[in-house]
């Protein structure tokens, strides 16, 4: 796989992630649309797929390399649904949202699955 490539790509998703998470929060579109963070979670999740892809390469195209890759994208995914529930609870006093979370995992998966796909197109046309 190509690295250069690989990074420009991940580069551009961060930065453009990173932008417009903050134009959503200043003109609240997370409240204004409802399926707003649905769109965000999977471009998070494609993020943090190409970034497990980046940092810790696959040897090769096998289920267990492509388990991995969706195994960080879970875990730091969980890990920020358990950061929002700890936020929301305790500092904002809104009630946990269960189906919310679940959803949010679901679509960082997702995310992470598209990752996988655009891992495989690329890994698999640098091998022929």
Request: charged letters at 15%.
């Amino acid at each position: 796989m190509d690295r250069k490539k690989l990074i420009k790509t991940l580069s551009f998703l961060t930065v453009t992630l990173f932008l417009v998470n903050s134009l959503a929060n200043k003109f609240y579109w997370y409240s204004a649309i409802w399926y707003f963070d649905m769109i965000m979670h999977t471009l998070g999740g494609i993020c943090l797929g190409l970034a497990s892809v980046y940092f810790f390469p696959p040897k090769d195209s096998s289920l267990k390399s492509l388990l991995k890759i969706l195994l960080f994208v879970f875990v730091v995914g969980v890990g920020w649904e358990v950061f929002e529930i700890i936020f929301y609870n305790i500092i904002a006093q809104t009630p946990f949202n269960a189906l919310d979370t679940i959803s949010d995992v679901f679509f960082d998966l997702a995310g992470g699955g598209l990752a996988v796909l655009y891992f495989l197109k690329n890994y698999i046309s640098i091998e022929k």
